[in-house]
C-alpha cells in the first residue's frame, strides 16, 4: 500500500506570517531600487531626489490606507497577488526615511571617498550603510509593522471579519 502524501495546508498564524514576508520584502526591494537611484543621481541630478520625495509624500497616507483596505477593494486577489500589491503600496512610507536620512549627508562625504580610493562596493559597505544604518532600522520597523497590519486585513477577510 502507498503512504498518503503529505498535504500542504496552511493554517492562519502561517499565512499571516506568510502574507508578512511577501509584503515587506516586496516594499523593501523597491525602497532600495528607488534609494539607490537616488544615492546614484545625488551628485549629478540633485532634483530627482527632491521630486522623488515630493511625490512618495504624495502618495503616503494613500499607500497604507490603500493597503489596509486593499482586501476590500479587490475581493477575487489572493495570496501572493494581494501580498506583494500591499507592499508597493507601502513602498512610500518605508521609503521616505533613507531619504530623508540621504538629503541630511554632506554632499563632500562621497567625493573624499571616492577621493581616497574607496571603489563603489566599499562605499556601500563603509560609508552608505553606516550613515543610513539608523534610518534604514527605523524603515524596517515601519515596513514590518505595516506588513502586519496589511496581512491581518487580508486574513481578517479570509475569515469573514470586515465585510
Do not use: K
Amino acid at each position: 500500500m502507498m503512504p498518503h502524501s503529505p498535504v500542504l495546508v496552511a493554517g492562519p498564524f502561517d499565512t499571516l506570517i506568510l502574507d508578512t514576508a511577501v509584503c515587506a520584502v516586496t516594499a523593501f526591494m523597491l525602497m532600495v531600487l528607488i534609494v539607490g537611484t537616488c544615492m546614484m543621481a545625488r551628485s549629478r541630478r540633485a532634483w530627482i531626489s527632491a521630486g522623488m520625495r515630493g511625490v512618495l509624500l504624495a502618495l503616503l497616507l494613500p499607500g497604507v490606507a490603500g493597503a489596509a483596505y486593499l482586501p476590500l477593494f479587490m475581493p477575487r486577489a489572493e495570496g501572493l497577488v494581494l501580498s506583494v500589491l500591499q507592499g508597493v503600496l507601502l513602498c512610500p512610507l518605508v521609503t521616505l526615511f533613507p531619504l530623508w536620512a540621504l538629503e541630511r549627508l554632506p554632499a563632500n562625504v562621497l567625493r573624499t571617498a571616492w577621493g581616497l580610493g574607496a571603489g563603489p562596493w566599499m562605499q556601500v559597505r563603509m560609508l552608505w550603510l553606516p550613515l543610513l544604518g539608523p534610518a534604514l532600522m527605523l524603515s524596517a520597523c515601519a515596513g514590518v509593522v505595516t506588513s502586519l497590519m496589511a496581512a491581518m486585513a487580508d486574513l481578517g477577510r479570509g475569515m469573514g471579519v470586515g465585510g
